[in-house]
């Protein structure tokens, strides 16, 4: 799978409390870092464990019913990404607590 290529690709943004890669203009409290082109294109691989693979999935379907159900704005859009993200954790956190998987002990 190859990176996306941002039409700006001379120039990553970086945010907290996220990472944006998209080709907007950076902010004044982003610092902008420059990078040759080998270390662009790798810094926009993300290595996700299994557990953050699931949850990943889990937000993205509830931000999706957010989006669906017209929730979502320019002004919210990242308060409501996050509060899918703490949803999909919760939810998996009270799945660990009362599912048993077979390779588990009690």
Not at 15 to 33: C, N, R, W
Not at 90 to 97: D, G, N, S, T
Request: charged share 20%; aromatic share 4%; no cysteine.
């Amino acid at each position: 799978m190859r990176p996306p290529t941002a039409p700006n690709a001379d120039k990553l943004t970086v945010s907290v409390p996220g990472l944006s890669l998209a080709d907007a203009e950076p902010s004044a409290s982003a610092p902008v870092i420059e990078q040759p082109a080998r270390h662009r294109k790798a810094s926009a691989y993300l290595s996700l464990q299994p557990s953050e693979q699931a949850v990943l999935a889990a937000a993205s379907r509830i931000f999706a019913g957010f989006v669906a159900n017209g929730a979502v704005t320019e002004d919210n859009q990242n308060d409501l990404s996050d509060r899918s993200v703490r949803l999909a954790t919760r939810m998996a956190l009270v799945i660990e607590k009362y599912v048993q998987s077979d390779n588990e002990d009690w």
